[in-house]
């Protein structure tokens, strides 16, 4: 059944997407790029379920090897010059098939350092692993900047498919010390 059409078989209005049928145009399968990021036959699940079948399905085909992960959150915080700023991720391996994913980032002041638990990122179905981004800020010079440190995570089972975490760090401009001025005691 497909996601949100009322329980109607995505070949109800489409040429067959699953594998098992594919069609004998090949141009037919091009809309399939939007949603697996590949022409031919749709042939990962995730794309139109919720979640992986656990049964075989109505032509009694089991649902294949589906690489498929989340990665999260996005996060945001100030720090002060001369502080570290660290910020934590969890991958997790959605799929039903071991994973080893490749982190790349990029740190538009060059404040981060990325590291991951276990190292290599290599998971199994249902496992998480904990990325950390550690943010050091520079002593001198940088109040009113900001640090944006995208980390992406692919999939090396399947390279077209990765995601990707924000981290933003800021530094205050200024600082404002008013004095406390106790009366009446």
């Given at each position: 059944?497909?996601?949100?059409?009322?329980?109607v078989y995505c070949?109800?209005c489409?040429?067959?997407?699953?594998?098992?049928?594919?069609?004998?145009?090949p141009a037919?399968?091009?809309?399939f790029?939007?949603?697996?990021?590949?022409a031919?036959s749709?042939?990962?699940?995730i794309?139109c379920?919720?979640?992986?079948?656990?049964?075989?399905g109505?032509h009694?085909?089991?649902a294949?090897?589906?690489?498929?992960?989340?990665?999260?959150?996005?996060?945001a915080?100030?720090?002060?010059?001369?502080?570290?700023?660290?910020?934590?991720?969890t991958i997790?391996?959605?799929g039903n098939v071991?994973?080893?994913y490749?982190?790349g980032?990029?740190?538009?002041q060059?404040?981060?350092?990325?590291?991951?638990n276990?190292?290599p990122?290599d998971?199994?179905?249902?496992?998480t692993?904990?990325?950390?981004?550690?943010?050091?800020?520079?002593?001198?010079?940088?109040e009113?900047?900001?640090d944006r440190t995208?980390?992406?995570?692919?999939?090396?089972?399947?390279?077209?498919?990765f995601a990707?975490?924000?981290d933003?760090?800021?530094?205050?401009?200024?600082?404002?010390?008013?004095p406390v001025?106790?009366r009446?005691?």
């Amino acid at each position: 059944m497909s996601k949100g059409h009322g329980d109607v078989y995505c070949a109800g209005c489409h040429d067959s997407p699953h594998a098992i049928a594919p069609s004998r145009e090949p141009a037919d399968a091009v809309k399939f790029i939007g949603w697996q990021g590949y022409a031919g036959s749709l042939d990962n699940c995730i794309v139109c379920h919720s979640t992986l079948p656990a049964d075989p399905g109505p032509h009694d085909q089991p649902a294949g090897d589906i690489p498929f992960f989340a990665f999260a959150p996005d996060n945001a915080g100030s720090g002060a010059p001369a502080t570290e700023m660290i910020y934590t991720h969890t991958i997790t391996n959605a799929g039903n098939v071991a994973d080893q994913y490749e982190l790349g980032w990029t740190s538009s002041q060059e404040w981060a350092a990325v590291t991951a638990n276990p190292l290599p990122l290599d998971l199994s179905p249902g496992a998480t692993g904990t990325v950390t981004v550690t943010i050091t800020i520079p002593e001198e010079g940088v109040e009113g900047l900001t640090d944006r440190t995208v980390v992406m995570a692919t999939s090396t089972v399947n390279s077209l498919l990765f995601a990707s975490v924000v981290d933003t760090t800021s530094v205050p401009a200024w600082r404002l010390y008013l004095p406390v001025i106790m009366r009446g005691f």
